[in-house]
Every structure is written in C-alpha cells, then in structure tokens.
Antibody, heavy 121, light 107 residues
C-alpha cells in the first residue's frame, strides 16, 4: 500500500524557516517524480514544487522560487521542502504527492494527509 | 501561466441527479487535464486523468470529456458520498494550476 506521511509543520514567525518532510512507503520511491501541493485555509489547491526521480530537475511556483527548496533522499525514501523567508500567505496545509509522469500522462496519483504550516507573529 | 476556470463555483443537487462541472483553460492544454475530489479535512483524490481516463477504483458514474480548452466532469447519478469539492488541474506546463473548485452540496 502506498503511503505518504508528512511532518514538520507548525507555527513560525514571518521571515522564519521550516523544513517539511514526507516519508514514503509501499512503492519504489526512486522511480517517481514527487511534488508538494498546498492549500490555504478555506481556499483551493496550489502546486508548489516538483522534483525528478534523481533530483536532476526541480520546478517551482513563481512565488516560492528562491525561498523554498525541494529535495529528496532516495536511500531514505524521503521528500523534503525547505522553506525560508516565510510569509503570512504561505500559511497552508502542505501535501506531499506522488506524480504519474509519462510522455502522455501527468497527474497527482497519491497524496499524503498534509501538514499545517502557520506563519504568524 | 495557464489559468483554469471552473463553473459553477457551487452547486446544489439531489441524490440521483446528473451533474456536470465545466473547466476552461486560458490556452490549449491538449489532453493534460485531470479531475480531483476533496472531502472536508481530507487530501484530494484523483478521479479522472488525461481528460477521460477513470482512475482505478473510481465508480463508473464519473466521466470526463473535452479537448483543447473546454472540459467537463459528469456524475451520472449522484450518490451521498459524492458531495464534496471538485477541482480540475492542468498538467500541460508548469506552473501546474488548478481550477478554483466546485463545491457540490446536497439540496
């Protein structure tokens, strides 16, 4: 069974930093692109970042570029999101998601349960 | 960036009704259109990928159609468990973008 378990969320002051982790199990982690998607309270879904199987390619939402870094440790079946210079508008539930990525298919196949990040003084 | 616009934003319907949700992209996205269902306090779940392919385990009352810029999600006969929020999402180019959501409520 595919499982994605996020951790690391919490309350952080504006300008602060936080590292989110996602522990993957039940599949060959190194064979899949992975993503972070967030959802502000009461709002819709917003893609944040993607990372290729071997971490050779990374893509970011414009508003987080330069502040957030996606990374992975395939030996540990883990995905990370390092967030710095946090702003109030980064407050959201952050989901880890596994991507289906082929030449003709590209979608979020599995999702974790999410971890809440609150940026507030 | 490709903008995704769903309509309606909310919808009241009854069990057994046929419901259609539309999604329009700001430019052609070929068939890179996916639909997700989200229930309160839960993670989204993929229903349909590549416009019309049903994800494994999803009931056949869900279907998708469209091409280019205009797409639809249809639920042929609403069941109590279908009351949720639905999102379309384009995977044609980054940034990957979602529609604003359609909240399906019980009439």
């Amino acid at each position: 069974e595919v499982q994605l378990l996020e951790s690391g969320g919490g309350l952080v002051q504006p300008g602060g930093s936080l590292r989110l982790s996602c522990a993957a199990s039940g599949f060959s982690f190194s064979s899949y692109w992975m993503s972070w998607v967030r959802q502000a309270p009461g709002k819709g879904l917003e893609w944040v970042a993607n990372i290729k199987r071997d971490a050779s390619e990374k893509y970011y939402l414009g508003s987080v570029k330069g502040r957030f870094t996606i990374s992975r440790a395939n030996a540990w079946n883990s995905l990370y999101l390092d967030m710095s210079s946090l702003r109030a508008e980064d407050t959201a539930v952050y989901y880890c998601a596994r991507l289906v990525d082929t030449p003709m298919l590209h979608y979020f196949e599995y999702w974790g349960q999410g971890t809440l990040v609150t940026v507030s003084s | 960036d490709i903008q995704m616009t769903q309509s309606p934003s909310s919808l009241s319907a009854s069990v057994g009704d046929r419901v259609t949700i539309t999604c329009r992209a700001s430019q052609s996205i070929s068939n890179f259109l996916n639909w997700y269902q989200q229930k309160p306090g839960k993670a989204p779940k993929v229903l349909i990928y590549a416009v019309s392919s049903l994800q494994s385990g999803v009931p056949s009352r869900f279907s998708g159609s469209g091409s280019g810029t205009d797409f639809t999600l249809t639920i042929s006969s609403l069941q109590p468990e279908d009351f949720a929020t639905y999102y379309c999402q384009q995977s044609y180019s980054t940034p990957l973008t979602f529609g604003q959501g359609t909240k399906l409520e019980i009439k």
